[in-house]
């Protein structure tokens, strides 16, 4: 990975400011002076200080992608683009997208590479909330809507769990919302929408777990997790922990 990039995600400085600090001899590889910004270096097998100090580097790494759509959620794929395609700039080895979001879905999506956070976030008696914004085709009576928040029927053994509804804009033949759901299942806003007579034409995720999705990144563009967004994560981690 590129010195540059890796040191402006420690949010030492920005990155013109970081490749300023390195072209003055601010950095060190291996007790070398290292002036080139570009300089490949691996953050967990090289020693890198900044102005003599050793710069520490997590063994669990996050970020927040903004998932386009048209890419599969997986970490390769043989016939499709993936999410982990975009990240291919980011420190930390072994990084995976946490649950999935369908190949027509955008929005936000967690990679990491701590797998029992992981583990926490996904876990069916965990009941994660994640926030969708949908567009539907059809109409949306106050019966639909108590459907929705109540829990309503797709087909499969049980009913949903109960979900949160707000109607954004709402006409003859289309509205918008945002469906907030504690479940999982596979293609569950599209199935909850068709089970009261609608039809997803666009799906962005917004929030997950409590995190929210930075809409200043583009499609495809991605940023490390703040403290506080990784303490928020992780807290809720600790409190499942509790209920098991």
């Known amino acids: 990975m590129r010195l540059d990039k890796l040191i402006a995600q420690m949010q030492i400085g920005t990155r013109s400011q970081v490749k300023?600090?390195?072209r003055n001899g601010k950095f060190t590889v291996n007790d070398q002076?290292?002036?080139k910004p570009e300089y490949k270096v691996n953050e967990l097998e090289d020693r890198i200080c900044f102005m003599g100090q050793a710069l520490c580097f997590q063994k669990f790494v996050y970020y927040m992608l903004h998932k386009p759509s048209g890419v599969v959620t997986a970490t390769k794929d043989s016939r499709d683009k993936?999410?982990?395609d975009f990240m291919q700039d980011a420190a930390g080895k072994d990084l995976f997208p946490v649950g999935r979001l369908d190949k027509d879905t955008e929005g936000l999506l967690l990679i990491t590479n701590d797998g029992a956070l992981?583990?926490?976030l996904l876990s069916p008696?965990?009941?994660v909330e994640k926030t969708y914004y949908a567009e539907c085709e059809g109409t949306l009576t106050a019966e639909d809507i108590s459907k929705l928040e109540q829990g309503v029927d797709i087909g499969d053994e049980k009913p949903t769990l109960p979900a949160q509804v707000r109607i954004i804009k709402q006409s003859d033949t289309s509205y918008s919302l945002e469906l907030s759901i504690t479940e999982g299942?596979?293609?569950q806003v599209k199935r909850m929408i068709g089970a009261?007579?609608?039809k997803v034409t666009y799906l962005k995720r917004i929030s997950f777990g409590g995190l929210l999705l930075d809409e200043s990144l583009e499609k495809g563009a991605w940023r490390a997790?703040?403290?506080e967004e990784i303490a928020l994560l992780t807290e809720q981690n600790k409190n499942n922990n509790k209920e098991d």
């Open 20 to 22: 300023d600090y390195i």
């Open 33 to 35: 002076v290292i002036k």
């Open 82 to 84: 993936t999410v982990m």
């Open 118 to 120: 992981s583990h926490r």
């Open 125 to 127: 008696k965990k009941h």
């Open 185 to 187: 299942r596979f293609h």
């Open 196 to 198: 009261v007579g609608g």
């Open 225 to 227: 997790l703040r403290q």
